[in-house]
């Protein structure tokens, strides 16, 4: 293993609508590098993974549009085993190019990229609770929206309802040219978070909690980031900036714990064969 994080510089175009990063450099820390005018194309889902190691496993993110990564890479410089330092991209050394995104560090170290950014838009809000058999006719209408530009969903693991109910969570793009994006925050409450986690791996009935809380308190604790040119009204959506809710280096999954580890598992299931979807 490779210790990058040392190699952490980070170089705004505002020009080119590029950034040079360093292989060692996390995206929280390019994100708060670039705030408040622009926010990175396409990233993890959290900050607290460098750019070289998300570009090693061609990761994805909360932008359906933008996809994987690899799609808003503009280059890479790579060190080869045999010492030479490369530029590739899709233009120069494809073949290459191909092979070390995605390629888990195996045909060579990643130094740098320059990646595209986007304009840090203003998206409002929106959450909504569906059946899990109804998640690919809804993914299909979210796909087919321009005007979302973010999405992700959290299918339960309550006992009651275990995979049955899905939460979707969406920011849609708003117009709002005079509105002040704030500095960017870190998650609140963990302690009350990293509580709520653990006991849920250890009782069927904080699991039960835990889904619940989730549909019926947190979105009431949600941190309305931009403040519009004119007051905000009751009942009008909650305003966020691109960058908030990419923002998050959940702090609230890292415990003291002794004999505690946690495993990712991730299952990629064709939409025909998911969830046994009506047609509507």
């Not at 390019?30 to 190691?53: C, E, L």
């Not at 040119?229 to 923002?247: F, I, T």
Request: charged residues 25%; hydrophobic residues 40%.
């Amino acid at each position: 293993m490779l210790d990058m994080r040392h190699m952490n510089s980070i170089r705004l175009d505002p020009e080119k609508l590029t950034v040079v990063v360093g292989a060692g450099a996390t995206w929280h820390d390019i994100q708060n590098a670039i705030h408040p005018r622009f926010a990175v194309k396409a990233m993890q889902s959290t900050d607290i993974f460098t750019v070289g190691g998300s570009i090693s496993v061609n990761a994805h993110g909360m932008d359906h549009q933008a996809g994987a990564v690899r799609n808003s890479i503009r280059s890479l410089r790579v060190l080869l085993a045999d010492d030479r330092i490369e530029t590739v991209s899709r233009e120069q050394n494809p073949a290459l190019f191909d092979l070390i995104v995605g390629g888990y560090g195996l045909f060579g170290i990643i130094l740098s990229a320059e990646l595209e950014v986007v304009p840090n838009s203003i998206y409002w809000s929106e959450r909504e609770l569906i059946a899990t058999r109804d998640l690919p006719a809804k993914l299909a209408k979210i796909i087919a929206d321009p005007s979302i530009g973010l999405m992700y969903t959290h299918i339960s693991t309550a006992p009651g309802s275990l995979l049955d109910e899905a939460l979707i969570y969406t920011y849609r793009k708003t117009d709002e040219g005079g509105a002040e994006r704030a500095p960017l925050k870190d998650v609140g409450s963990v302690k009350m978070r990293r509580l709520t986690v653990n006991l849920a791996k250890r009782s069927t009935a904080f699991r039960s909690f835990k889904w619940w809380a989730e549909k019926n308190l947190e979105h009431r604790f949600e941190a309305c980031t931009v403040t519009r040119a004119q007051a905000m009204k009751d009942g009008e959506a909650c305003l966020v900036s691109r960058n908030d809710p990419m923002h998050d280096s959940v702090p609230y999954l890292r415990n003291a714990m002794k004999n505690d580890t946690d495993i990712l598992q991730e299952y990629f299931v064709p939409a025909s064969n998911c969830c046994h979807s009506s047609s509507a």
